[in-house]
């Protein structure tokens, strides 16, 4: 990821979210509370699922490895973006930059398989109750989170290998506040034709896919749950996965208006705005998403503390 081939430009800067210094601070302080919450949200997330017994199943397991990726994800954009907002240069390296790029990638392509794991993992619980236990199965857990890192890791360096191949050598400003994909290769004094093709199939084959997979699960759900007589049990059903929709809803929906489109599309204002909710606010609120609406969670809280208590009292 550090070779240049040829390219002059050694750093780039990244474009401020705002040039008023009290907008600044009100950013920062505000992205700073987000990014707070989100550490404390999805770590806590983790460690609550490994302390309570009764979370270990395969739809709390595939949550910790979300809760991980959001946590991961927010990590490699939202302290350079904290840092930007309060110093004077924002300056990034090209190693930086490639590095900050990979990573993001890797995560975000993940997560795209991971909550089409978890569709597939609501679809056998709804569907197919009986055979749940049977075929939602530790071997397939872990199957299918290793090839939600393994995608993550195929579409991210195959996409950071072809940028490497553009040649770098006027304008190292970049129109956005990390490096993401679109905002670097604009900037490249080459011709970025095949490098676009490449990008584009890599983007579109993961959220497409991945969007398939997540949809055909969906339906099959609906089906399912309209077949049902009772209100009740209508309800119950769709309250087993209600968080994920959202939450799927949510992601695909910004990744979706900002990748699948030309970029000669590409529109600073919007983009960025569409930006800062999928890399710093989404991460912010799956937790919540997955807490707020889930008996089981809230449930687990009460037991743990109520173990921690007496762990207490006994000492």
Sequence with gaps: MGKKNDTNVSDFILMRLTDSEEMQLLLFSLFLLIYLVTVLGNAGMILLIRLDLQLH???????????FLDLSYSTVITPKTLENLLTSTTHISFGGCFTQMYFFIFLAAAECFL????????????????QYPVVMSRTLCHSLITASYAIGFI???????????????????????????TPVSVLSCTDTHDVEIIISILAGSTLIVSLITISVSYASILSTILKIKSTSGKRKAFSTCASHLLGVSVFYGTMIFTYLK??????????????????????????????LRNKEVKNAVIRVMQKRENTGNLR
């Design 115 to 130: 909550l089409s794991s978890m569709a597939y993992d609501r679809y056998v619980a709804i569907c197919s109750p009986l």
């Design 262 to 291: 030309p970029s000669k599309s590409y529109n600073l204002g919007k983009d960025q705005v569409a930006s800062i909710f999928y890399t710093i606010v989404i991460p912010m609120l799956n937790p919540l998403i997955y807490s």
């Design 155 to 181: 579409d991210s360096i195959l996409s950071v290998l072809s940028m490497n191949t553009l040649h770098f050598c006027d304008s190292n400003v970049i129109h956005h506040f990390f490096c993401d994909i």
């Design 57 to 67: 199943t395969p739809m709390y397991f595939f949550l910790s490895h979300l809760s």
